[in-house]
């Protein structure tokens, strides 16, 4: 699955995979097969450690008092309520180079209802 995001100060392209064969690295038993990274005007920021505890994280803070408000974490469930609801289309050009790459590597045209795009400004 792949979209778009037009935010206020930034243009987002992302995508999500369970294929293993989307991973830029051989997956190997045993071993995370996780790898999130982020694109920022053009040098990539690699963020895969450190999630693994995440929620835990935030629910002791949330316990001890601090943590997120209601009106901190609603913009965040609107959007992702936007990014479930929306339409689902077809690739275009602005389709994420990883999903371009995975169709081609296929050797078919673009798959269809892949693309979300969700505007937020």
């Given at each position: 699955m792949?979209?778009?995001l037009e935010l206020a100060r930034a243009d987002v392209t992302w995508f999500l995979s369970t294929e293993k064969d989307d991973l830029p690295f051989e997956p190997k038993p045993g071993k995370s097969t996780t790898y999130r990274s982020i694109?920022?005007?053009g040098e990539e920021i690699e963020f895969t450690e450190g999630f693994a505890d995440l929620h835990t994280r935030v629910y002791e803070q949330t316990l001890a008092g601090g943590?997120?408000?209601i009106n901190d974490a609603r913009p965040s469930v609107e959007l992702a309520y936007k990014i479930r609801t929306e339409a689902v289309r077809a690739?275009?050009?602005?389709a994420h180079p990883f999903l371009v790459k995975r169709s081609r590597s296929l050797d078919e045209s673009p798959p269809q209802g892949v693309l979300r795009t969700t505007r937020q400004r």
């Open positions: 792949a979209g778009s694109m920022v005007d943590g997120f408000t690739c275009s050009g602005e």
